[in-house]
Antibody, heavy 117, light 107 residues
Framework: QVRLVQSGSELKKPGASVKVSCKAS????????INWVRQAPGQGLEWMGW????????TYAQDFTGRFVFSLDTSVSTAYLQISSLKAEDTAVYYC??????????WGQGTLVTVSS | DIQMTQSPSTLSASVGDRVTITCRAS??????LAWYQQKPGKAPKLLIY???SLESGVPSRFSGSGYGTEFTLTISSLQPDDFATYYC?????????FGQGTNVEIK
């Protein structure tokens, strides 16, 4: 079946970087964009942007420019989210989700990134 | 960017109740709206796409309606498994914004 499996939880210090992976299986990876969604503790869903595997072209939402980078390794059907210069307010669960054109499905299980000194 | 506003933020209901959640867009999104269900500690799950189309495997007690700027998600008879947070999302524009969520809790 179609699945997205994300890397495990991360604990980082302020100023460090983190790279979250999202491995796809069960479909042709190049066929659908991969979205990234942030959910801060107790908060709602924020769309961060997407990356299109065919072109490698990322699009970032307004609040996620500069420190956030989406990338791909199509040889292993994996998308990546890298966050640099981490701040305490980056503490959140980060989800990847496949773009169906009519919604997001499926979603990865989420990766908790905790930023604390 | 298109803003999505859900109401209410919290809804208290009992098993068997009919429940309706509203989502308003800041400009017309035609039918380009999805609804998701999220349970604590889990990823969201797609319920409805294109405003009123039921995703495969989703129980028929869920339904969606609306066009343009006003949309509703209805649960015809609330079941214990339905207590969760629900989000609308527009995909009319390249910026895929979510509503702030509606928490359906046990009355």
């Amino acid at each position: 079946q179609v699945r997205l499996v994300q890397s495990g939880s991360e604990l980082k210090k302020p100023g460090a970087s983190v790279k979250v992976s999202c491995k796809a299986s069960g479909y042709t990876f190049n066929s659908n964009a991969i979205n990234w969604v942030r959910q801060a503790p107790g908060q709602g869903l924020e769309w961060m942007g997407w990356i299109i595997p065919n072109t490698g072209n990322p699009t970032y939402a307004q609040d996620f420019t500069g420190r956030f980078v989406f990338s791909l390794d199509t040889s292993v059907s994996t998308a990546y989210l890298q966050i640099s210069s981490l701040k305490a307010e980056d503490t959140a669960v980060y989800y990847c989700a496949r773009e169906k054109g009519l919604g997001f499905d499926p979603w990865g299980q989420g990766t908790l990134v905790t930023v604390s000194s | 960017d298109i803003q999505m506003t859900q109401s209410p933020s919290t809804l208290s209901a009992s098993v068997g109740d009919r429940v309706t959640i509203t989502c308003r867009a800041s400009q017309s999104i035609r039918s380009w709206l999805a609804w998701y269900q999220q349970k604590p500690g889990k990823a969201p799950k797609l319920l409805i796409y294109k405003a009123s189309s039921l995703e495969s495997g989703v129980p028929s007690r869920f339904s969606g309606s609306g066009y343009g700027t006003e949309f509703t998600l209805t649960i015809s008879s609330l079941q214990p498994d339905d207590f969760a947070t629900y989000y609308c999302q527009q995909y009319h524009s390249y910026s895929r914004t979510f509503g702030q969520g509606t928490n359906v809790e046990i009355k």
